[in-house]
């Protein structure tokens, strides 16, 4: 047994090595060991000090993103680039613009990528502010951050994880394997967030900053696995506490010792590196597992690497093997204590649950939108119920919140802790583990968890007496409930017509028993024969109605009637030609086309119901008009009708406003026009008469109170004399 065991295990052991072979990736392709800087990817910084930059991010500041000014027209046309055509009178290009390299050195920059190192006098004032330099136009460095933000934020939300890092320092090293050419792979590696702020109104751009994430700062974990299995080199350690100048002096002390030809790049670039596979690869290695936490040793881990199947202890037989067996709620003891729900769940969701409590291994699957974060919500808060931890895995983010959601509207979000995120910073995580203690204890029971069990079963008993009646054959139909109503919902639908117009009379559940039930299938299928041979004698698409025979209802005729039904024919043919005469002759004489007056039976008594509506004649009117009243001269007639129907209308109105007796007048009329006409001259056409009544009233009051101040105005020029009066005059100045 223990021989066994042990081959089961070793089995294990080389399984694993396997896996972790498949997530380490040593080979050029992997960006962490052969970097290259490109446009989408990375950002390359110039002109500042590692030691100060990592100093400010953890200082949690903001830090800005420096662009090289773009040159103005007057630079370009100093500068040669440009020259003013004067025949043209427009810009003409000389050579092609400076790049924003070529521009930077004009401006006296430093456009090496080899960052400065740091000086013995202390920085200066440029290296201690906190701007972030580039070698890029505005436009060109917001087009780069923009990508960066885009992959780094995409990157959260699918898999949870940061993979943007602000990177110092970059080992050149030779590759054996690329013809001995140099390769660089970044060293120091800060994870950091970019933040899109406002629009810059001087370079028409977006700005953005840089904040420190707050997780670790870590080495190059690719680079120290290729540097340990291809060169034997122990890439040095480092913390939050290492400075990268330090590092650097590390990783180059270890170079000269063993690698003399590589060397340390003083490049910084904002680049998207994953360390995803690699972080696993070392969270697979056995070395680094504790002594008495093996995970080989655990039983269901084994047999998932090693491929053993499980044995069943009595029969020695396969066991769970195939679809799991769909269990009957309502008959398990216990269900609320043993098998507790938090959310929905269906017999299938809840039989799951039922096997992942007990024990068993099994594997739930299904399409979108079947109800599998239900299931797992459900599963953690039973398991949470028994005592137990629960390590819920998923390849994307979003599926872990949405597991977390449901927890959290249910109050179990406190018991959620995330150990695998861009969240799951050291301080995060030793804060929620501190606001969990500061509440242990005080979590209460519900109060009326008894009475919503006592509610529940009550429910529980009222469905499952209505699904029992609905599923239980209607008295002598043979049917159910349940297919009587879904045939009649689906005959709705697809017939277009209420089923009450259909249905047959005298029967009921007693006596619509399956016997009766065929004689009408039968007598149907009769009458669609009948039918289908009755349409087919009809020409192409025609419609039923079409057939000679539509409308006959006398199904008793027989050969001998044939001189009775001709006869019948006969004289109602002679009818419908009379009236047909005689809706022409109503045409003729009202003087309009056949069509108009009726083409059916129906139309024609229509027509005749409204000649009889018309009012008799009074003896006044003037009927030798009536045969001129056709065609356009009706039109005309109609038009003046309208037209004085609607003088009558403004009439009215006018007379409200004016009195009738100046409407009866029409010079009066031509006076108030002619009047208006010269008040618009002095006045303007904008004024209403209610607005300069106004302005006259007002007017009339302060000629008023002019008089009043004359008096008193004419006593002062007396005494101030003839010199004063030339001032104090009744004026706007006076």
């Not at 290259?36 to 400010?56: A, W, Y």
């Not at 080992?171 to 967030?193: Q, T």
């Not at 639908?493 to 249905?503: D, F, R, W």
């Not at 009379?578 to 056949?594: E, K, L, P, W, Y």
Request: glycine share 6%.
């Amino acid at each position: 047994m223990q021989q066994n065991s042990g081959i089961e295990q070793s089995a294990a052991l080389r399984a694993l090595g396997n896996l972790r072979l498949r997530l380490l990736d040593l080979t050029a392709r992997n960006r962490l060991i052969n970097f290259r800087h490109s446009k989408r990817g990375s950002l390359r910084i110039i002109d500042e000090l590692p030691n100060q930059l990592v100093e400010t991010l953890l200082d949690e500041t903001e830090m800005r993103f420096l662009a090289i000014p773009e040159p103005t027209e007057k630079e370009l046309i100093e500068e040669g680039y440009l020259e003013f055509d004067e025949d043209s009178q427009q810009l003409v290009s000389l050579r092609k613009n400076p790049t924003a390299e070529e521009w930077a050195k004009r401006l006296n920059f430093a456009t090496n990528y080899e960052v400065p190192e740091p000086s013995h006098e202390g920085p200066s004032s440029k290296h201690t502010d906190t701007a972030i330099q580039t070698l890029l136009y505005p436009h060109e460095m917001e087009a780069n951050l923009k990508n960066l933000l885009q992959a780094s934020e995409s990157a959260i939300q699918e898999m949870g994880a940061n993979i943007l890092y602000l990177t110092f320092g970059f080992l050149e090293w030779d590759d054996v394997n690329n013809n001995g050419k140099a390769r660089i792979a970044p060293l120091f590696l800060v994870p950091v967030r970019l933040h899109k702020g406002r629009l810059n109104s001087k370079t028409k751009t977006y700005e953005y900053t840089l904040s420190y994430s707050g997780e670790d700062i870590i080495p190059n974990l690719s680079l120290r696995e290729k540097l340990r299995v291809d060169f034997a080199l122990a890439l040095p350690d480092l913390d939050e506490s290492t400075a990268p100048e330090d590092y650097f002096r590390d990783v180059q002390a270890l170079l000269d010792d063993n690698q003399p030809s590589w060397c340390v790049r003083r490049y910084i670039s904002l680049a998207l590196l994953n360390f995803s596979k690699l972080l696993m690869y070392l969270d697979l290695d056995p070395k680094r597992w504790p002594k008495d936490a093996n995970i080989i040793n655990h039983p269901l881990v084994e047999r998932f690497l090693a491929g053993v199947e499980e044995k069943n202890s009595e029969d020695g037989g396969n066991a769970n093997l195939g679809f799991g067996e769909e269990y009957n709620i309502d008959e398990i003891d216990e269900i609320h204590a043993n098998y507790p729900l938090i959310d929905d769940a269906d017999s299938s969701q809840h039989s799951a649950l039922i096997d992942a409590i007990d024990g068993k291994n099994l594997v739930v699957e299904g399409p979108p939108g079947t109800g599998k974060s239900q299931t797992i919500t459900n599963m953690i808060a039973a398991a949470l119920a028994k005592g137990k931890r629960v390590l819920f895995v998923a390849e994307k983010l979003a599926a872990l919140e949405v597991v977390r959601s449901r927890l959290d509207a249910v109050g179990l979000g406190e018991f959620c802790l995330e150990l695998h995120s861009h969240k799951s910073q050291k301080s995060k995580v030793l804060e929620e583990v501190g606001e969990r203690l500061k509440k242990h204890g005080r979590y209460r029971q519900p109060k009326d968890i008894e009475a919503d069990i006592a509610r529940y079963e009550t429910l529980k008993t009222a469905l499952g007496d209505h699904a029992e009646k609905i599923n239980r054959p209607w008295k002598n139909t043979g049917k159910t409930l349940h297919e009587i109503f879904m045939s009649a919902t689906r005959y709705r639908i697809v017939l277009g017509l209420n089923p009450e117009s259909l249905h047959p009379q005298g029967y009921d559940g007693g006596n619509y028993d399956p016997a009766v039930q065929r004689r009408n299938k039968d007598q149907i299928e009769a009458y669609r024969k009948v039918y289908q041979a009755v349409a087919g004698l009809l020409d192409g698409e025609a419609a039923l109605q079409e057939h000679p025979w539509y409308g006959i209802r006398n199904g008793d005729l027989q050969i001998f009637d044939l001189d009775r039904v001709k006869e019948s024919l006969g004289a109602w043919q002679v009818t419908l030609r009379q009236i047909t005469s005689q809706i022409a002759f109503i045409a003729r004489t009202i003087g309009c086309d056949v069509a108009a007056v009726a083409e059916t039976l129906t139309e024609a008594d229509a027509f005749l119901n409204e000649l009889e509506s018309i009012e008799p004649l009074n003896g006044d009117e003037i009927l030798d008009r009536l045969p001129i009243l056709r065609g356009n001269v009706l039109d005309k007639a109609q038009r003046g009708l309208k037209l004085f129907e609607s003088i009558q209308t403004l009439y009215a109105t006018l007379a409200k406003v004016t009195g009738p007796g100046i409407l009866q007048d029409l010079s009066v009329v031509d006076q108030l026009l002619t009047g208006s006409e010269q008040l618009k001259l002095l006045v303007g056409n904008g004024i209403e008469l209610g607005a300069l009544a106004e302005a006259i009233n007002r007017l009339t009051a302060i000629e008023d109170q002019l008089t009043e101040l004359n008096e008193p105005l004419e006593g002062i020029v007396s005494s101030l004399g003839e010199p004063g009066s030339r001032f104090l005059t009744l004026s706007e100045s006076g």
